[in-house]
Nanobody
Framework: QGQLRESGGAFVQPGESLRLSCVTSGFIFGAFPMNWYRQVPGKQREWVAS???????TYSDSVKDRFIISRDNAKKILYLQMNNLKSEDTANYYC?????????WGQGTQVTVSS
């Protein structure tokens, strides 16, 4: 059973940066496409970014050119570098590993952006 644990969430001011990490275990990390999602209470979970096993990355329009997703296959860690944060980025951020019938989620880490 895959396990994912996010960290790095914090309270920051607009324009600042944060790096989220997602430490994984229990599955072959290098074989899984990895994703970041976020969710605000009362709203649907929103896809943020993905990174394929080939290292190809894709981003939602709302974070493109500000966020960078990356992965360290040797350490089995997923990252999300978030730059120029905006108040609308406030959410609980989740990492996700999905391949076929396997769909693993972490518990989330809270990011709050406010002046």
């Amino acid at each position: 059973q895959g396990q994912l644990r996010e960290s790095g969430g914090a309270f920051v001011q607009p324009g600042e940066s944060l790096r989220l990490s997602c430490v994984t275990s229990g599955f072959i990390f290098g074989a899984f496409p990895m994703n970041w999602y976020r969710q605000v209470p009362g709203k649907q979970r929103e896809w943020v970014a993905s990174i394929a096993t080939s290292q190809t990355t894709t981003y939602s329009d709302s974070v493109k050119d500000r966020f960078i997703i990356s992965r360290d296959n040797a350490k089995k860690i997923l990252y999300l570098q978030m730059n120029n944060l905006k108040s609308e980025d406030t959410a609980n951020y989740y990492c996700n590993a999905r391949l076929g019938n396997y769909d693993y989620w972490g518990q989330g880490t809270q990011v709050t952006v406010s002046s």
